[in-house]
């Protein structure tokens, strides 16, 4: 059942009055109170109906929000609480509330490998802890792609930090071409995660351009309390990210548009789950189907298209057909 902001407002007013046994609360008296509490709160000066405050009373008595409220009319006109410790804030939650918590509880315990954050691995087991001593076992019932060996785990939290706070860091990266590690000033703008791999997006001191670093490149990090941080004024990076698959790309580049044949037994696959947003099917054969996509030329993308293998044509623009064809010769070579 949806209850509204107005409603929790107008269920605790009701509740503080009839906490207060010093005084003797009519219908009218209700409802004033409840009209002062929502002018107060929220500026409305329009009142409540006496409709309206009946069936909230009516609703506090049932069992449907979980209050069971011991609402009582004495003499006929005033209304109380026949039980003077009784408050709505302190009623247990029912079944409902607690099925729909222990699925929340596992969802956090996805991402808790992720260590997004030093102390939810204790919050998330004082919180499953509370849960479930009373309850019988609740079996999980979904279950995210996580790679808890992954490498730059450790990163994420200090560099989201470092994001939303808008602090310089030291970076000791080692990419994969690189002989040895080398430091960098970075101002770090955005985490990004790109098939369950961690990237940060920043720009390094005295470089205009754009960097993608990926954290488990990442040596070593620390905050720069003395630097200024240099903050990113290029367009938005929904807009930055949105002709491209994966994470690799300059601020030059721009996107083309890719021509895909895919047979018609695996078609299906790309077409209920397109490669990238901007998917139009061209063509529909009897033996293939014909696509296209508008994204930039990346590793990415090529890594996406050989994974569909001899399924997969590239038909324009022609540099990458010829790419993609030279690579999966050198794959055939390989076990020749």
């Not at 004082?126 to 808890?148: G, P, W």
């Amino acid at each position: 059942m949806s209850i509204n902001k107005l409603a929790l407002i107008r269920y605790k007013a009701i509740d503080e009055c009839l906490r207060n046994r010093y005084r003797k609360w009519t219908l009218e008296d209700l409802i004033e109170k409840v009209a002062d509490v929502l002018y107060d709160v929220e500026g409305i000066g329009s009142g409540v109906s006496r409709r309206t405050i009946q069936a909230d009373i009516q609703l506090m008595r049932s069992d449907k929000l979980g209050y069971n409220a011991p609402i009582v009319v004495k003499d006929r006109k005033y209304y109380a609480y026949s039980d003077p410790a009784y408050s709505i804030t302190n009623a247990p939650i029912n079944d409902g509330d607690v099925d729909k918590m222990k699925e929340i509880v596992a969802v956090l315990k996805q991402f808790n490998g992720f260590s997004y954050f030093d102390d939810m691995s204790e919050m998330i087991a004082r919180l499953e802890n509370n849960l479930y001593k009373s309850t019988a076992e609740h079996r999980n019932c979904i279950q995210f792609e996580n790679n808890h060996q992954l490498l730059g785990l450790v990163h994420i939290n200090p560099l989201y930090q470092a994001t939303l706070h808008k602090k310089a860091l030291l970076i000791e990266y080692k990419s994969f071409k690189a002989s040895k590690a080398q430091e960098h000033i970075c101002y770090p703008y955005l985490l990004k995660e790109y098939r369950n791999r961690w990237f940060i997006i920043t720009r390094t001191k005295h470089s205009p351009q754009l960097t993608t670093m990926a954290l488990d490149r990442i040596v070593s990090l620390q905050e720069l309390p003395k630097e200024r941080f240099v903050p990113y004024e290029g367009i938005p990076f929904e807009e930055y990210f949105g002709n491209l698959i994966g994470v690799t790309k300059s601020e030059k580049d721009v996107a083309h548009k890719i021509i895909l044949e895919i047979d018609n037994k695996h078609a299906p696959y790309v077409l209920t789950k397109p490669l990238h947003h901007s998917q139009e099917v061209l063509k529909e054969g009897d033996n293939s189907t014909i696509i296209s996509i508008q994204v930039v030329l990346n590793f990415e993308l090529e890594r996406e298209i050989m994974g569909f293998g001899e399924h997969m044509k590239v038909l324009s623009p022609k540099s990458l057909a010829t790419r993609i064809g030279r690579r999966l010769a050198q794959a055939v070579k390989a076990y020749e």
